[in-house]
């Protein structure tokens, strides 16, 4: 029987190595897998890139792994937030190295990884700072940057609903990063409100099918911090 | 001269947003417009993070934790509204779907330039998510800004200083002293407010303006 | 008030002009418009590109269009079915030019055409006939066609619930190639079987957004001929 | 020599699919595997056109005309099944998210190269389908057919005579005669059916193979 449930969070970065590629869900306070990323703390696997689109809060989430100085490198559209201190912090040091991209960029960047597509053509950042050294074109007189696919290692992201076999239903903004990372990465380990029998999800609803997903863990729901 | 306040200035781009339009208002000032958007206009707001129909912030104690706008706020959808990722977020913006985006800006330069994500202070890390995306996709772009820094400098000007968001991608500027259309010949005035003059707003604007027609 | 509702069929393809490019969803006899398709015939306008995954089968969809003169061209991944009697005279014929499409490709194409993108390198058909006098690389010791992206001028599409802002859920495997081509097209027409009020329609199940649909038709639902 | 019949070849197949593995069967003699995955082996179907979870054939009546696969047939939707659009289904193939399909075959090369999609028969239109998707995209790709065409010749050669599918993307080959793997180092029979010889089958072959170890 295909059962993708585990036991802890704790177990389900278990295997998480130092220097690992990790994905992380979430938009803003808006579907974190704030539960993973504690445990992911906590298993201290150090010398992380982490691929988000922000670079966390005052001591929670990413910006935890910051502060415990886990974190090499930040693949990230919007990393200075109002409380983002920590990430501000490691830049100003130099102790942390940012690859700025913009949102757009990211998530189709991580979307054609998962999608087995070797690079795209973007008119986003055509002449500007940010298309800087990399391969442009001119098609039909508008520009465009070849931005090519964000793999990982792992991806940690948020759902609702899950079942067994590891299918996830967001709950309104909720979903932001998650669907794409959960296709980029090697193992996906998906943190949800609810694991359901096979079969109770809608199957009309269900935004990542389950083939994207490795480990489920169930949780209580956990409101975040404003 | 007279210089609309914020609240002003939202008023007078809410009036050039057409029935029926597709919206995406950026973080800060342009947030303002969606007040301003009368009854008889049926807007639906775009927020970047995978929202369509975006409603009025939550009564207190209503809020959800992942229903936000792009700007970290709570909100609530409206009835015909609906969610989606982020991928399909930014196809929407960056594949021309959007009627119009009103974002805020540090300086426009004369050809439509637009920078508004960075500016010459290496100091703080750079942030740029969804604007450049916003910038080449949006149909019509509008900017909404003061019309002169703090310290009034122009930021209208031939050229930007500052990194730039998209080249060639404004269509309108509305600032607190007047409304100015970026044609192929030039910066075109499209309205000054109250009785502000066009040498007075010429003499304040770092670039060639055309009157009013 | 925004409602995108039209009366019948007819009028929601009145405007299509002479050497229209067309896009029509469904995979086999699975969500597809007929009924739209029917009209597009009876209004008669020709020299059509069709971009769709298959060309008809029997006197049916696209198949009509093919017996009637009406198709100049036809971009599809298979074209030759049971009973695809009309693509295949018109292609013997030569009266029909076929570019032939690998349909992961083809979603994909249709895909960044509503996305912005300019073009994207896949494996898919690399060292294939598929891919003579297309540009090509080779990353990391695997080979990319470039491929770019299709757009169109109408797509008509098939979903099974509609609301008056042209929010769309599907039924089942109906979906297929119905969401990308309703964001490609300039102007996107939607048949469904039933229109609910706004607010009806799931928001979490909503898989195209109305903002890539421009007219919706309801009809009674129409079983098609397996 | 011994020669499976399709049920048998089809049965050899099954035999090679693991536990829990998401699986594409191709149209025509691959459908037949779904039959004898047996009750131990929990195996989830992907049909291209937009299912994951696909059950068995529905009771007369009970047909969907909107749930079919790929292959046109009406079937059902296991528990833990969902739907997604074509775009998304082709994200699974290529981006390397199946674990195994099984393809039929015109002719395989000693180098893994498939020409499944096109003969050198010009007066029949081209159909291609999502078989180079697959091809270039399933972790593992089996390739079922007849070791012969029906006169007699062989479909394993040095080179593919007929229009490639994808180059050097064939793992594991079942015919009626054997089971034989592509390796770095040739065609390496893993297993002759009955009492089969390999200089038997190595005669009906037109690529070199090594014998079973």
């Known amino acids: 029987m295909i059962d993708k449930r585990m036991a802890s969070c704790r177990e389900a970065v278990a295997d998480i190595p130092n220097g690992a590629r990790v994905m992380i869900g979430g938009f803003g306070s808006s579907g974190i897998p704030l539960r993973l990323i504690e445990a992911l703390r906590q298993h201290g696997a150090g010398d992380l890139t982490i691929i988000s689109n922000n670079a966390g809060v005052a001591e929670e989430g990413i910006a935890s792994l910051l502060r415990d100085g886990l974190v090499r490198k930040i693949v990230c559209s919007f990393p200075r937030s109002a409380g983002s201190v920590w990430f501000e912090k490691r830049y100003q040091e130099q102790s942390v190295e940012l690859e700025l991209v913009p949102q757009g960029t990211l998530s189709e960047r991580i979307r054609i990884a998962g999608a087995g597509i070797g690079g795209f053509l973007t008119p986003t950042g055509y002449g500007t700072r940010l298309a800087e050294g990399k391969e442009t074109r001119v098609i039909d007189g508008k520009g465009y940057v070849l931005e090519m696919p964000l793999h990982a290692d792992y991806a940690l992201v948020r759902a609702a609903q899950a079942d067994p076999w590891g299918n996830l239903i967001y709950d309104t903004a909720g979903r932001n990063f998650n669907p794409m990372m959960a296709m980029a990465a090697q193992v996906t380990i998906a943190e949800v409100d609810t694991v359901r029998a096979l079969g109770e999800l809608n199957a009309e609803q269900v935004v990542t099918p389950g083939i994207f997903v490795n480990r489920v863990v169930a949780q209580e729901r956990q409101h975040v911090a404003a | ?213």
């Open chain 2, 1 to 213: 001269m007279l210089r609309l306040n914020p609240e002003q200035m939202a008023q007078r781009v809410a009036a050039d947003i057409p029935d029926g339009s597709y919206v995406n208002l950026g973080i800060g000032l342009p947030t303002k417009v969606a007040n301003y958007v009368s009854g008889d206009q049926q807007v639906i707001y775009h927020s970047e993070n995978g929202i369509l129909g975006v409603g009025p912030a939550p009564a207190t104690g209503q809020e959800n934790p992942n229903l936000i706008n792009a700007g970290k706020q709570h909100v609530t959808l409206l009835p015909g509204g609906c969610y989606f990722d982020n991928a399909e977020s930014f196809a929407m913006m960056r594949g021309g779907h959007l009627d119009i985006a009103v974002l805020g800006a540090f300086q426009v330069s004369e050809r439509g330039d637009l920078a508004n994500w960075a500016t010459d202070n290496d100091q703080f890390p750079p942030a740029v998510g969804g604007a450049m995306d916003l910038a080449v996709g949006a149909r019509r772009l509008f900017v909404m800004m003061r019309h002169n820094t703090r310290d009034d400098q122009p930021k209208i000007l031939e050229a930007c200083s500052y990194p730039l968001t998209g080249a060639g991608v404004v269509s309108r500027i509305f600032t607190d002293l007047a409304v100015i259309d970026v044609t192929p010949k030039g910066l075109q005035v499209v309205e000054l407010f109250g009785d502000n003059r066009f040498d007075e707003v010429q003499a304040v604007t770092g670039a060639r303006l055309l009157p009013p027609v």
